[in-house]
């Protein structure tokens, strides 16, 4: 994937992400046109330079994402 379009996906999943307060990756995915693991890896990226947040990883427990506002 080219970066410039890496970079058009992380700004589409933060626009998304700033008009819901939360979402799973399975909704974003189908939002943005993008498989679970294609959107997960984006949601890692974004999580790794502290732009995003997740609910804490629990087993049986969907993770939800949003924007990271501290």
Request: charged content about 30%.
């Amino acid at each position: 994937m080219k970066k410039t379009a890496s970079i058009e996906i992380k700004k589409a999943i933060l626009a998304y992400l700033e008009n819901h307060h939360a979402a799973r990756t399975a909704s974003i995915a189908e939002e943005i046109k993008l498989t679970d693991y294609q959107a997960r890896h984006h949601l890692q990226q974004l999580e790794l330079t502290g732009k995003v947040k997740r609910t804490p990883l629990q087993r049986g427990v969907k993770t939800c994402w949003q924007i990271n506002r501290e």
